[in-house]
């Protein structure tokens, strides 16, 4: 795609591609300026670090249950 995250262009440009508008995606990463920088366009997004970190972020968000 010609850029990498946090740069805002890649989040630009999967909005662009997907059929999904920005308050239909849920991003996670481990990095907080990644997080920051979808969130400046709207998509929620979380940090999580590790699997234990990635499954509590799930079940807050009610996609996973515990």
């Known amino acids: 795609m010609g850029c ?4 805002r ?13 920005a308050k239909d995606i849920f991003f996670v990463d481990d990095n907080r300026l990644n997080v920051a ?11 999580a670090r590790g699997s234990s970190e ?7 968000r009610g996609i996973v249950k515990g």
């Open 4 to 7: 990498v995250k946090p740069q």
């Open 9 to 21: 262009r890649i989040f630009e440009l999967v909005l662009e591609r997907l059929p999904f508008e």
């Open 37 to 47: 920088a979808a969130r400046e366009l709207g998509i929620a997004a979380e940090v």
């Open 54 to 60: 990635l499954m509590t972020v799930l079940q807050r």
